[in-house]
């Protein structure tokens, strides 16, 4: 039966996904566009998938579909444009990789976080890591900028203190990012594994967390710059790292 009313229960629920605090209660999310939810019955998280009528006999081989109607679609979409193309998909609790770790404490803006993971998918950082006040993983505006990177990498919170002092244990190196004038050379931790952490777009890295810090990195700039982008400094040193290895 077409879903043609936004006010439906199941429409309801799914808008609800878009919340923080109902994805981390519920284990799910919502996302929008054919090549993510083309990826997510890929990677077998999609668990509901709604489309318009146009796109109802591309997916007719899943096994929960359910059609809508064009304002049905609208009332989903954060865009102003939408392919009509919904899936909601469970959160998945995955192992952490034999990998490097991006680390990122209080980060607030989508389109950052969502460039980072971006950036740790092409550089080999593979566990994304972030501290419990930072965006969801899960927001909208997240995901459109991870491109789908998302599916593949470990994305977790976490009380950063105790999980940095946890990596120390196991001879993992943590590199901060502290505006201050020492800084080591990347050439220091060639071939050993390392934790990447980066701070919240206007105060930096949180004070008990820089002081667990083994090596501060700084990108190196135009003396006339006063800082570079929390994604563009994190997605600089990931390459360096990456290229060196």
């Given at each position: 039966?077409?879903?043609?009313?936004?006010?439906?229960?199941?429409?309801?629920?799914?808008?609800?996904?878009?919340?923080?605090?109902?994805?981390?209660?519920?284990?799910?999310?919502?996302?929008?566009?054919?090549?993510?939810?083309?990826?997510?019955?890929?990677?077998?998280?999609?668990?509901?998938?709604l489309v318009e009528t146009?796109?109802?006999?591309?997916?007719k081989d899943f096994s929960?579909?359910?059609?809508?109607?064009?304002?049905?679609?609208?009332?989903?979409?954060?865009?102003?444009?939408?392919?009509?193309?919904?899936?909601?998909?469970?959160?998945?609790?995955?192992?952490?990789?034999?990998?490097?770790?991006?680390?990122?404490?209080?980060?607030?803006?989508?389109?950052?976080?969502?460039?980072?993971?971006?950036?740790?998918?092409?550089?080999?950082?593979?566990?994304?890591?972030?501290?419990?006040?930072?965006?969801?993983?899960?927001?909208?505006?997240?995901?459109?900028?991870?491109?789908?990177?998302?599916?593949?990498?470990?994305?977790?919170?976490?009380?950063?203190?105790?999980?940095?002092?946890?990596?120390?244990?196991?001879?993992?190196?943590?590199?901060?990012?502290?505006?201050?004038?020492?800084?080591?050379?990347?050439?220091?931790?060639?071939?050993?594994?390392?934790?990447?952490?980066?701070?919240?777009?206007?105060?930096?890295?949180?004070?008990?967390?820089?002081?667990?810090?083994?090596?501060?990195?700084?990108?190196?700039?135009?003396?006339?710059?006063?800082?570079?982008?929390?994604?563009?400094?994190?997605?600089?040193?990931?390459?360096?790292?990456?290229?060196?290895?």
């Amino acid at each position: 039966m077409k879903i043609t009313s936004v006010n439906n229960n199941l429409i309801e629920e799914v808008l609800s996904y878009k919340e923080t605090k109902v994805q981390k209660e519920k284990g799910k999310y919502i996302i929008e566009g054919l090549k993510m939810v083309d990826l997510a019955i890929q990677k077998k998280v999609a668990e509901i998938i709604l489309v318009e009528t146009r796109h109802l006999d591309k997916y007719k081989d899943f096994s929960n579909v359910v059609e809508i109607s064009d304002n049905v679609s609208n009332k989903l979409t954060d865009l102003k444009t939408t392919q009509g193309v919904f899936a909601v998909c469970k959160i998945e609790e995955k192992e952490d990789f034999d990998s490097n770790y991006l680390i990122l404490d209080n980060v607030q803006d989508p389109g950052n976080l969502g460039t980072l993971i971006r950036s740790a998918f092409a550089f080999g950082f593979k566990n994304v890591i972030c501290s419990k006040d930072s965006v969801s993983f899960y927001n909208p505006k997240v995901l459109r900028a991870t491109q789908s990177n998302h599916f593949d990498l470990n994305l977790r919170n976490e009380d950063l203190k105790s999980f940095i002092n946890n990596l120390k244990q196991s001879n993992i190196i943590i590199l901060g990012t502290l505006l201050r004038e020492e800084s080591n050379s990347l050439e220091e931790v060639k071939g050993k594994k390392v934790a990447l952490i980066l701070g919240n777009e206007g105060k930096g890295i949180s004070q008990e967390v820089s002081e667990i810090i083994d090596k501060n990195i700084k990108v190196k700039t135009n003396p006339d710059l006063e800082s570079l982008n929390v994604s563009i400094a994190g997605s600089i040193i990931m390459n360096n790292i990456f290229s060196m290895n």
